[in-house]
């Protein structure tokens, strides 16, 4: 099992042009052991997590499909509600990693039992199809005559079929490649073959309408089962299945990412890589590159990820991120590692590490919960919010998913080798790495970041020559990484660029030590706006500033619970740092005695929260905090805190009258509020989403005391004479005949309810309908929402 992806991706199996030559390879999840640490924390908080779960729910949207009597109920939440299945394929990755990484027979049974029950599945439908899409055998029918609606929502009204359908994909590959299950490798050929059945009579302008729904990384997938067979015919899949609405401006190097769904175009770039690396057109690297580029510099906060209610923000602007409730999402970043390793293994540039690194220790590492287990979706960065946690039974969102999968794969970049000649240590990682092949064990103890060192042990069969890199990464000032050979200062050269260099012959007894100074530093919004996060190292600090009115704190299984929705606090009573030199980071010192552990008195400007401790962003848990402080001089102090409390105080106002609310165009609000519609059409204008219809539309808004008394609706003041009715359950609201707006780009318009939903037996359900007349167009609408 631990040689087989190395032999795989070093094959150029015949039939395939030339693709791009990989600098470096890693090693197998399976050769790389986790110790004791956080991460083997995680590690083993999730394979319980896992383990918790049951089989038979998770399989039986796959049995129902295929019209084979189910074992167990299916889970709810979005797995019973549209997205039924999504969970499984997940699931078979998470469990194929884990096993990888922990050789656990539990796992493996689990792994085998999952990947058997769906061959019957496969089998029963008798074309090689293998999903759980409720209502999907009729569904592809459609799509394979050629009958294609499809939008951000979704494909042919099913939610997203083809991400959902992605997740299958890639577990089968997980489970075979990572996992060793043979089975799975014949059951992803034979499902690949059912795609190229279903879009063999397609044109390339029909898969490219198809597109337009979030479809994950199928591209990707099908450059793989290429390299895996050899056949041509699936490396054109894949380029079928390639978004040119997205390739296009990445090949002209133009950034058009503002206010496109971040998760959606993020697999697609892995695919663009993937293809470019089995044998497709090598400028497909550069516009993964060049994502990766302006994501990573411009659209990342500290911790790592990105995104405000995941879509890019502008990368101009980052308010939305600090007054947000729903800041980065963890699939994000998911999916970043994994194009991050990638690009680092074709170009061998340690930029892609110093990401993966702050992205792990910082923002994927603090997704768990280290006690109870359950995953966080959104990370808030908006002052004194908090995360929520699932429960395994509970939540079936796309972040438990990717979660289950997160903290299984620690060790897959941990290291890397250039051929038999150099060994390359990536992640200052307590572990141990074999390599069976050069009889090699290197085992790396170190507590850090706690202690600014690492050491390596060396255990080999006989004396052999060879080179170890030692990555120097960014936060580490150059000049400043001492090596120690055996206690000795090591001669040591820049062999591979971005790592400091050990070549001698090697014997079973060395150890190598490490010096890894760290400084903190403060890091301010990528628009360079006065907030600042501090980072220690590699290590984002934070601090907790209270454990209050953390609502929905281990999330149920209703809709919207994956987002923390307790009281928003005042930015204004947020602690603000006061700083009179330039450099805000001298502020911060150490607490004795407690590693890891700073000090910001010097700086906070508040009595109440000048003796919190700075910690690493990845202990706090259960509680609010700041990661993101407001920082001014003296002078500037007295018009800082107004000019937070200004543009605070009307936000907060708005979110204590709304009782539910939803932005059309943005795909999770949309689904999480039943939309509906036909003839309607989304996009985005002056950074804000919209929905219109030549059709109709539809939104299903909670009202669960009754307690809403107007619809409030905002619109463009570009769109004028556009006529169409307001429906509520049926019932005509109001109709409306857009004027437009002279006074500002958006303006809000709030129609009063009928008393007859405040009555005890009125509906706490209200459908909220926009039709448009005859020839007009409904909306766009910007914002829909019930007031209080």
Same mark, same amino acid.
């Given at each position: 099992?631990?040689?087989?992806?190395?032999?795989?991706?070093?094959?150029?199996?015949?039939?395939?042009?030339?693709?791009?030559?990989?600098?470096?390879?890693?090693?197998?999840?399976?050769?790389?052991?986790?110790?004791?640490?956080?991460?083997?924390?995680?590690?083993?908080?999730?394979?319980?997590?896992?383990?918790?779960?049951?089989? %038979?729910?998770?399989?039986?949207?796959?049995?129902?499909?295929?019209?084979?009597?189910?074992?167990?109920?299916?889970?709810?939440?979005?797995?019973?509600?549209?997205?039924?299945?999504?969970?499984? =394929?997940?699931?078979?990755?998470?469990?194929?990693?884990?096993?990888?990484?922990? *050789? %656990?027979?539990?796992?493996?049974?689990?792994?085998?039992?999952?990947?058997?029950?769906?061959?019957?599945?496969?089998?029963? &439908?008798?074309? =090689?199809?293998?999903?759980?899409?409720?209502?999907?055998?009729?569904?592809?029918?459609?799509?394979?005559?050629?009958?294609?609606?499809? &939008?951000?929502?979704?494909?042919?009204?099913?939610?997203?079929?083809?991400?959902?359908?992605?997740?299958?994909?890639?577990?089968?590959?997980?489970?075979?490649?990572?996992? !060793?299950?043979?089975?799975?490798?014949?059951?992803?050929?034979?499902?690949?073959?059912?795609?190229?059945?279903?879009?063999?009579?397609?044109? %390339?302008? $029909?898969?490219?309408?198809?597109?337009?729904?979030?479809?994950?990384?199928?591209?990707?997938?099908?450059?793989?089962?290429?390299?895996?067979?050899?056949?041509?015919?699936?490396?054109?899949?894949?380029?079928?299945?390639?978004?040119?609405?997205?390739?296009?401006?990445?090949?002209?190097?133009?950034?058009?990412?503002?206010?496109?769904?971040?998760?959606?175009?993020?697999?697609?770039?892995?695919?663009?890589?993937?293809? *470019?690396?089995? =044998? !497709?057109?090598?400028?497909?690297?550069?516009?993964?590159?060049?994502?990766?580029?302006?994501?990573?510099?411009?659209?990342?906060?500290?911790?790592? !990820?990105?995104?405000?209610?995941?879509?890019?923000?502008?990368?101009?602007?980052?308010?939305?991120?600090?007054?947000?409730?729903?800041?980065?999402?963890?699939?994000?970043?998911?999916?970043?590692?994994?194009?991050?390793?990638?690009?680092?293994?074709?170009?061998?540039?340690?930029?892609?590490?110093?990401?993966?690194?702050?992205?792990?220790?910082?923002?994927?590492?603090?997704?768990?919960?280290?006690?109870?287990?359950?995953?966080?979706?959104?990370? #808030?960065?908006?002052?004194?919010?908090?995360?929520?946690?699932?429960?395994?039974?509970?939540?079936?969102?796309?972040?438990?998913? /990717?979660?289950?999968?997160?903290?299984?794969? +620690?060790?897959?970049?941990? +290291?890397?080798?250039?051929?038999?000649?150099?060994?390359?240590?990536?992640?200052?990682?307590?572990?141990?790495?074999?390599?069976?092949?050069?009889?090699?064990?290197?085992?790396?103890?170190?507590?850090?970041?706690?202690?600014?060192? /690492?050491?390596?042990?060396?255990?080999?069969?006989?004396?052999?020559?060879? *080179?170890?890199?030692?990555? $120097?990464?960014?936060?580490?000032?150059?000049?400043?990484?001492?090596?120690?050979?055996?206690?000795?200062?090591?001669?040591?050269?820049?062999?591979?660029?971005?790592?400091?260099?050990?070549?001698?012959?090697?014997?079973?007894?060395?150890?190598?030590?490490?010096?890894? #100074?760290?400084?903190?530093?403060?890091?301010?919004?990528?628009?360079?706006?006065?907030?600042?996060?501090?980072?220690?190292?590699?290590?984002?600090?934070?601090?907790?500033?209270?454990?209050? %009115?953390?609502?929905?704190?281990?999330?149920?299984?209703?809709?919207?619970?994956?987002?923390?929705?307790?009281?928003?606090?005042?930015?204004?009573?947020?602690?603000?740092?006061?700083?009179?030199?330039?450099?805000? *980071?001298?502020?911060?010192?150490?607490?004795?005695?407690?590693?890891?552990?700073?000090?910001?008195?010097?700086?906070?400007?508040?009595?109440? +929260?000048?003796?919190?401790?700075?910690?690493?962003?990845?202990?706090?848990?259960?509680?609010? +905090?700041?990661?993101?402080?407001?920082?001014?001089?003296?002078?500037?102090?007295?018009?800082?805190?107004?000019?937070?409390?200004?543009?605070?105080?009307?936000?907060?106002?708005?979110?204590?009258?709304?009782?539910?609310?939803?932005?059309?165009?943005?795909?999770?609000?949309?689904?999480?509020?039943?939309?509906?519609?036909?003839?309607?059409?989304?996009?985005?204008?002056?950074?804000?989403?919209?929905?219109?219809?030549?059709?109709?539309?539809?939104?299903?808004?909670?009202?669960? &005391?009754?307690?809403?008394?107007?619809?409030?609706?905002?619109?463009?003041?570009?769109?004028?004479?556009?006529?169409?009715?307001?429906?509520?359950?049926?019932?005509?609201?109001?109709?409306?005949?857009?004027?437009?707006?002279?006074?500002?780009?958006?303006?809000?318009?709030?129609?009063?309810?009928?008393?007859?939903?405040?009555?005890?037996?009125?509906?706490?359900?209200?459908?909220?309908?926009?039709?448009?007349?005859?020839?007009?167009?409904?909306?766009?609408?910007?914002?829909?929402?019930?007031?209080?």
């Amino acid at each position: 099992m631990q040689n087989r992806w190395l032999l795989l991706c070093a094959w150029l199996a015949p039939g395939l042009a030339a693709g791009q030559t990989k600098l470096l390879e890693t090693f197998p999840v399976s050769a790389v052991q986790l110790l004791a640490s956080p991460f083997q924390v995680a590690q083993q908080t999730d394979k319980a997590y896992m383990l918790a779960l049951s089989p %038979d729910r998770l399989l039986a949207p796959y049995l129902a499909e295929a019209g084979l009597p189910t074992k167990a109920e299916r889970y709810g939440n979005w797995e019973n509600t549209g997205l039924d299945g999504h969970m499984g =394929g997940h699931y078979l990755s998470a469990l194929a990693y884990m096993y990888a990484a922990t *050789a %656990d027979a539990q796992v493996q049974q689990r792994l085998t039992y999952m990947i058997d029950q769906l061959e019957r599945c496969q089998q029963q &439908n008798g074309n =090689g199809y293998l999903g759980g899409v409720p209502g999907g055998r009729a569904m592809w029918q459609q799509v394979k005559e050629g009958r294609i609606d499809a &939008n951000s929502f979704g494909l042919n009204q099913k939610w997203v079929p083809l991400y959902n359908l992605h997740k299958t994909y890639a577990g089968l590959r997980d489970a075979y490649v990572v996992g !060793g299950n043979e089975k799975a490798k014949g059951m992803l050929i034979k499902l690949t073959d059912w795609c190229l059945d279903l879009t063999a009579n397609l044109s %390339d302008e $029909q898969i490219q309408q198809m597109l337009r729904s979030e479809h994950g990384g199928l591209n990707e997938i099908f450059a793989d089962v290429a390299q895996l067979t050899g056949d041509a015919k699936y490396l054109r899949l894949a380029q079928r299945f390639s978004h040119r609405a997205v390739l296009d401006p990445l090949l002209a190097g133009k950034d058009v990412l503002n206010g496109m769904h971040a998760n959606t175009q993020i697999p697609k770039i892995i695919g663009f890589e993937r293809i *470019a690396e089995v =044998g !497709g057109d090598p400028a497909w690297a550069g516009a993964a590159a060049f994502f990766w580029k302006t994501v990573a510099e411009n659209r990342t906060v500290s911790i790592g !990820g990105n995104s405000v209610s995941e879509h890019f923000n502008p990368d101009n602007n980052f308010t939305s991120m600090l007054e947000s409730t729903e800041g980065p999402e963890t699939c994000n970043t998911y999916n970043m590692l994994k194009l991050s390793k990638q690009l680092y293994l074709t170009s061998g540039s340690t930029s892609y590490l110093d990401y993966y690194e702050r992205a792990t220790y910082n923002h994927i590492l603090s997704t768990q919960h280290p006690g109870q287990g359950g995953f966080v979706y959104f990370t #808030p960065m908006r002052p004194r919010h908090y995360r929520v946690y699932s429960q395994p039974q509970e939540g079936f969102w796309c972040c438990v998913g /990717s979660g289950l999968e997160n903290h299984g794969k +620690y060790g897959e970049l941990a +290291y890397a080798h250039r051929g038999q000649q150099e060994v390359l240590i990536n992640l200052f990682l307590p572990s141990r790495l074999t390599w069976p092949e050069q009889v090699l064990t290197l085992t790396q103890e170190t507590t850090f970041p706690r202690e600014e060192r /690492s050491q390596l042990k060396l255990q080999l069969k006989k004396p052999r020559q060879f *080179a170890l890199s030692i990555r $120097q990464p960014n936060w580490l000032p150059a000049g400043q990484m001492q090596v120690l050979v055996n206690g000795k200062p090591a001669t040591t050269s820049k062999l591979s660029p971005g790592y400091v260099t050990v070549q001698r012959k090697w014997r079973t007894g060395d150890v190598v030590t490490m010096a890894l #100074p760290m400084q903190t530093k403060a890091e301010y919004m990528p628009d360079h706006s006065p907030w600042v996060s501090f980072v220690h190292g590699p290590v984002v600090l934070a601090a907790v500033t209270d454990t209050t %009115d953390l609502v929905g704190l281990h999330a149920n299984g209703q809709r919207m619970a994956h987002v923390a929705s307790g009281p928003l606090y005042p930015l204004e009573d947020a602690p603000v740092l006061v700083s009179a030199g330039q450099d805000v *980071a001298a502020g911060i010192t150490p607490v004795p005695g407690e590693p890891l552990t700073f000090s910001a008195a010097k700086l906070i400007d508040s009595d109440k +929260y000048r003796n919190v401790r700075l910690v690493p962003f990845s202990q706090i848990h259960d509680a609010r +905090y700041m990661v993101y402080w407001p920082v001014t001089t003296p002078e500037g102090l007295a018009a800082r805190k107004e000019e937070i409390r200004r543009k605070d105080q009307e936000k907060r106002a708005l979110e204590a009258r709304t009782v539910d609310q939803v932005t059309p165009g943005e795909q999770q609000p949309e689904s999480d509020h039943g939309f509906q519609g036909e003839q309607t059409e989304s996009g985005s204008h002056r950074n804000r989403h919209w929905r219109h219809a030549k059709g109709w539309f539809s939104y299903n808004l909670g009202n669960p &005391n009754r307690a809403a008394r107007a619809l409030r609706v905002t619109y463009s003041s570009g769109d004028k004479d556009r006529q169409f009715t307001i429906l509520v359950n049926g019932t005509p609201l109001t109709k409306v005949t857009l004027q437009g707006n002279p006074q500002g780009d958006f303006y809000d318009v709030d129609y009063e309810l009928p008393k007859s939903l405040q009555q005890a037996n009125a509906p706490t359900t209200l459908v909220v309908k926009f039709e448009a007349a005859a020839g007009s167009t409904a909306g766009g609408v910007f914002d829909v929402r019930l007031l209080k």
